[in-house]
């Protein structure tokens, strides 16, 4: 049974009704509901205002193009410069070796022909001279040895092998060198019976000239002029470098040169002949380009070069206005443009930016509501704060859009020096006015994360903003004049401009003229702030029902046409209320509550009394109590009924919110026992006069409506007024009588838990009684009569240089004797 109870008791809680501001009845339910969209809005907003700062899109532009606005590097990128990277790959490539490839096998089949030729003709020659066959054959074993070396002569030799011949063995000795050879030569080369040193003349000449290559295509080596040329031996893959003056004769050039050498090998003529033809016509060309290779070294030398890049900075000036668009801007630009995230990414960035802004925004202010208990914000409290982050947001994104458009006109002065100049600060001096000291630093914590993200996740500004803020939010702490906000501005204005120089001296930027542009940006920042707040305060004030300490000021003149009426129609409550006013601010001082708004709240806590000023004691004077003559429970409903009346009286004259409030709470949920007593005594006496039992009568008619005080403001205006009330009623108040009376009063209400839902301890308590004892004593002295002058001087004055000689007058605080003359004065007064 006890957990069902707990349950429904659990869904009353959640299920009972609030009474907004405007009057009217909302569920809590409504509330959670209207605050849940607000929270959703204003995250809406602040995404549409951050998003663009991860996702600057650059105009699209064409090489020759004129760009009508400076383009800065969204953040760091690292463009390749496609020009530079391929005129380096090009000439890595022609810087690349072209490669020919030495065939050895050339030369050492034409040393084989040679060798086999002379060898296999000294042979023939030794054979038997008396031969009688006209066509002598060479040795197949020679033949043989000699065509398992050959292959394309191979057939040759099978045909001349049984040919007869003018000359015994030239033909023979033709298909071994592979070529034919004139009569007279070969004559010669028998003579010398095929001499062993001719033969090694021969060879050697030949290596000598293979050696060095011999060139198919002289052409095609004459038009790689200047180029390198790498050497490739094919039998062993040796490879060597040779000069770029390509010294390689074609098969003409060399033969030329042989038979120059030619002649200083042979001993005579014939032999010098014969060395020169021969020579001449084994030499073949050794030295062929190799086109496949090439190409393949060619690729691996394009590939080898490695991508030239530009390095961007994030916020460095890609184009400027007016600059015409070149090779190097188009690219800086192509490169950032493919930066630029596409519509799923830019969906995701905005989904992300929500979700972040509600998140932050939600876990603030819950957290900050759960721990710290003056944190109390109704739903057109977070109205304004929102709107307030929606517009310095708003002044930020503008900014830097001017920023870009302005450009940087000169050396020292950059887009990020007009940042500089933005009013933020605005936000932490407005919401310290209207909320106090703590708002405003959560809120300027909230305002200077998002314009971190805004001005593109600038760490540097964000610590900027935030300590200015700070500093702002102290700076019209009080605010009691319509300078403080221009005083605070001026104060922040200095402090950004140490923060300017300390961060030039951080970065080891210390240019002169850059510090000074930057600095007189920031201090005009704070000046530009303090001159909004001044200007939007008033219209805060009006549209959201705010109440300042200017506005507490204006309120407390005594010229204010409330206060005046309430000195007409209910003079005692007046002075009532000016002493209260005086004994609250006192002690608001020593606790550290705002003792302008208590003093003031005082002046009008009363002022539902002017409805019926004589309905209540201290306006009665010498007239009769108007009660006697209505029942307890009429009386008490006229007591009540002041509250309320002066609520409406408050809202009509627009005395704003925090004095509204507590009007309604300075008596919170007090008993009238006195009218409560008086019922009980008149329903006892009823019931023994008629003898039947009556209803029981309901004490809630006879205690005040609530709510019970919710500051520290309003607790003190409830023990001032029940204090300096009771004070009245003392016949000889002495000040050991007002302390005693003091402290039970305050006990009592203590007791009464009247002041359970205020921010009052124990030691405010003690405070707060002090300064009332001082007050009361001195407003309640004891005044000593003086005698009346037994004798006029000379001139038939008395002597009233002095007050404290003058007669003494009735207290007015306690009642005088009965004089027709008051009633009169009150007629004249307009009370009736």
């Keep these: 049974m006890e957990k069902e109870k707990r349950e429904q008791d659990k869904h009353k809680n959640k299920s009972k ?21 607000f929270l959703g ?60 490839d030495l065939d050895e096998s050339v030369a050492k089949n034409a040393q084989e022909r040679l060798e ?20 002598a054959m060479v040795p197949e074993q020679a033949l043989d040895n000699f065509s398992s070396s050959m292959d394309s002569s191979s057939l040759v030799l099978k045909h001349f092998r049984h040919s007869s011949f003018a000359f015994p063995g030239k033909k023979d000795f033709e298909v071994l060198v592979g070529f034919p050879v004139p009569d007279e030569i070969f004559s010669n080369l028998v003579d010398s019976r095929f001499d062993r040193s001719l033969q090694d003349k021969m060879s050697r000449l030949l290596e000598s000239t293979f050696e060095g290559g011999i060139v198919a295509n002289k052409a095609s080596l004459l038009q790689a002029q200047g180029e390198r040329i790498v050497i490739r031996k094919t039998g062993t893959m040796e490879e060597y470098l040779t000069s770029p003056s390509h010294p390689f004769p074609d098969l003409e050039e060399v033969r030329k040169m042989t038979r120059m050498e030619a002649l200083e090998l042979g001993r005579d003529v014939k032999e010098m002949v014969a060395i020169a033809f021969l020579a001449t016509q084994l030499l073949k060309p050794n030295l062929t380009f190799n086109p496949e290779e090439t190409g393949n070294r060619r690729e691996q030398a394009y590939a080898a070069v490695e991508p030239v890049y530009i390095q961007l900075m994030k916020n460095e000036m890609l184009v400027r206005e007016g600059q015409k668009i070149g090779p190097q801007e188009l690219l800086k630009l192509e490169a950032q443009a493919q930066t630029r995230p596409g519509r799923h990414q830019l969906l995701m960035i905005f989904i992300t930016m929500f979700l972040f802004s509600g998140l932050c925004i939600w876990v603030v202010t819950n957290v900050t509501h759960r721990h710290i208990p003056s944190f109390r914000m109704e739903f057109h409290d977070l109205l304004f704060l929102g709107t307030l982050l929606i517009f310095l947001l708003t002044l930020g994104r503008s900014t830097m859009w001017i920023a870009d458009m302005v450009g940087d006109g000169a050396s020292h002065l950059s887009g990020k020096t007009l940042l500089y ?7 932490a001096m407005m919401t310290s006015i209207f909320f106090g000291v703590t708002v405003s630093l959560i809120f300027s914590l909230l305002l200077t994360l998002f314009a971190g993200m805004l001005f593109g996740k600038d760490f540097g500004l964000f610590f900027f903003f935030l300590i200015g803020s700070f500093v702002a939010a102290h700076g019209v702490t009080p605010c009691r004049n319509r300078m403080i906000p221009i005083k605070a501005g001026l104060l922040v204005g200095i402090t950004n401009v140490f923060l300017i120089v300390l961060t030039a001296f951080i970065h080891d930027q210390l240019l002169f003229f850059k510090i000074l542009s930057n600095a007189f940006f920031a201090f005009c920042s704070g000046l530009f702030s303090g001159i909004l707040v001044t200007g939007l305060t008033p219209l805060v004030e009006m549209l959201f029902g705010y ?42 001082k020593s606790i550290g509550a705002n003792s302008l708004l208590a003093k003031v709240a005082a002046y009008y806590h009363d002022i539902g009394k002017i409805k019926k000023p004589l309905y209540f004691i201290e306006n009665q004077f010498d007239c009769e109590n108007r009660h006697e003559k209505l029942a307890p429970s009429m009386s008490s409903l006229i007591l009540i009924s002041h509250v309320k009346e002066g609520v409406e009286l408050a809202k009509q004259h627009r005395l704003g919110k925090a004095i509204i409030d507590i009007i309604s709470q300075h008596h ?3 008993f009238i026992s006195f009218f409560y007593q008086k019922a009980l005594d008149a329903r006892e006496k009823a019931q023994n006069s008629k003898g039947a039992e009556l209803p029981p009568i309901n004490m809630d008619d006879y205690r005040y409506p ?45 007791s009464d838990g009247q002041l359970e839902e205020c921010e009052l301890t124990l030691k405010d308590l003690h405070q707060i009684a002090k300064h009332f004892n001082q007050i009361l004593a001195t407003v ?34 306690k009642p005088g004797t009965p004089r027709e003359k008051s009633r009169t004065d009150l007629k004249r007064l307009g009370i009736h």
């Design 17 to 37: 009704i609030t009474r907004g501001k405007n009057g009217l009845i909302c569920s809590m339910e409504d509330i959670l509901c209207q605050k849940a969209l």
């Design 41 to 100: 809005l204003l995250s809406l907003l602040i995404s549409f205002l951050i998003t663009p700062s991860f996702t600057m899109e650059s105009p699209p532009y064409r090489l020759g193009d004129v760009a009508d606005q400076n383009i800065k590097a969204g953040q760091n990128l690292r463009v390749e410069d496609k020009e530079t990277t391929l005129k380096k790959r090009e000439e890595a490539v022609r810087q690349a070796p072209l490669v020919y």
């Design 116 to 135: 086999t030729a002379f060898q296999t003709m000294r042979e023939y020659l030794k054979a038997d001279n008396s031969s009688s066959e006209n066509q």
């Design 421 to 427: 100049a933005i009013p933020l600060t605005t936000g």
């Design 547 to 588: 109440t300042t300490d200017i506005k507490l000021l204006e309120l407390a003149t005594m010229d204010q046409p409330l206060l005046q009426e309430l000195m007409v129609q209910a003079p005692g409550t007046y002075h009532h209320s000016i002493i209260v006013g005086n004994m609250v601010e006192a002690a608001a």
């Design 668 to 670: 919170g949920k007090s």
């Design 706 to 750: 609530g709510p019970k005080p919710q500051t520290k403001e309003a607790g003190l205006v409830m023990l001032g007024d029940v204090v300096e009330a009771a004070c009245r009623s003392l016949t000889d108040p002495t000040p050991a009588r007002i302390q005693g009376l003091v402290n039970r009063l305050i006990n009592n209400i203590f």
């Design 780 to 813: 309640h002295h004891k005044r000593i009569e003086y005698p009346s002058a037994p004798c006029n001087d000379s001139k038939g004055k008395t002597d009233a240089s002095d007050s404290n000689q003058r007669e003494s007058k009735p207290d007015r605080d």
